[in-house]
């Protein structure tokens, strides 16, 4: 069984995104996998609205999730702390089909550190009972993963990874190393045959 | 047939979250809803490590989603220019469930103002081939949406809504009108018949 992956991540927003897109969509070829169909930030703005041109395309990338046997996704923080929202929606939606899911991001960071040094700035107290709390009065939850615990929490369930790999400065959204460790993982860890 | 609803949002991250759910469960109630039990943010740690606690809080979260009718999401951004990624997740979840999804924000700005003038700060070009990008190269999306298109695509697809509500500055996240309107939006659109 050749194992379909859907590939998530934000790649699409990279002004080389396309070129980026069909790298990953080789790798997953060169380690005995097949990738989804490319997603539809290629289809044409046919007339519509925007709103419903946006639609066409969240429906076109349902549509591969539903035909793929597993994700992988880039988790790596994108505009903000947290991993691209459209790549987090994406891990959800495959968790609820119990489709495995893997991921990578590129910073060696996780989420507690990024949530107290790069959006509090270190302003965080001890907060009410016993839990950590930004200068907003949030609460700052520590439970040792990537992002929030919904994600690693559902990644983990399946039997799933995280690749918490450092990419070089720069690097952040084209380094390919975290996800050829997944795919080569992936390979290894015999879930073609798992899944067939 | 009462519908059961997956409350969805950061309210857990409140130092006054667990009144504030309450609320909103009590408000399903008058509603003519049944609100799922509370999630997992009660759990006792039980002596696992940090992760496994996780987990777990993670794997109840998912329990009560599958056993929910609809899901009814807080989208108002949290700390940074998107929704709390774990109530994202949740909404991807029950969208791959075909579990119709509702949602407010407390934010009237939409997601592509948020880009330009939140995160970029305005420092924004024409980019390439017409797509506006921000100061890192990024492409910015414009779909009229709240946020990432795969979230109100997702919304969309099934039937749902968003509710876009300017809470009072300092109320962005105990104001619940916004709430509110997707209930009784919700109960007048009929969907307890829709799904029986």
């Known amino acids: ?7 998530a991540g934000p790649e699409v927003f990279l002004p080389n995104g396309l070129e980026i897109v069909e790298r990953k969509r080789a790798l997953c070829r060169d380690y005995g996998f097949e990738p989804s169909a490319r997603q539809g930030d290629f289809l044409k703005h046919a007339g519509g609205d925007k709103f419903t041109f946006g639609v066409l395309i969240s429906g076109h990338n349902e549509a591969l999730m539903r035909e793929s046997d597993i994700v992988v996704a ?3 923080p994108f505009r903000g702390i947290s991993a691209d929202p ?15 899911a893997f991921a990578y991001t590129n910073t060696a960071r996780g989420y507690h550190e ?5 959006y509090y700035r270190g302003n965080v107290t001890a907060g009410v009972n016993g839990r950590q709390a930004g ?3 949030h609460m700052i939850e520590d439970h040792d993963m990537v992002d929030n615990l919904m994600l690693d929490g559902g990644i983990d369930r399946l039997g799933g990874f995280v690749v918490r790999h450092k990419a070089p400065a720069g690097g952040e ?3 390919l190393s975290g996800y050829e460790q997944c795919l080569s993982r992936i390979r290894d860890g015999g879930w073609a045959e798992r899944l067939a």
């Open 1 to 7: 069984m050749t194992l379909k992956i859907y590939i």
């Open 74 to 76: 880039n988790l790596t």
């Open 86 to 100: 459209g790549t987090v929606y994406e891990l959800g939606f495959m968790c609820a089909l119990d489709r495995p």
């Open 114 to 118: 990024r949530v107290v040094n790069d």
């Open 135 to 137: 200068s907003d009065g």
């Open 173 to 175: 959204f084209t380094d």
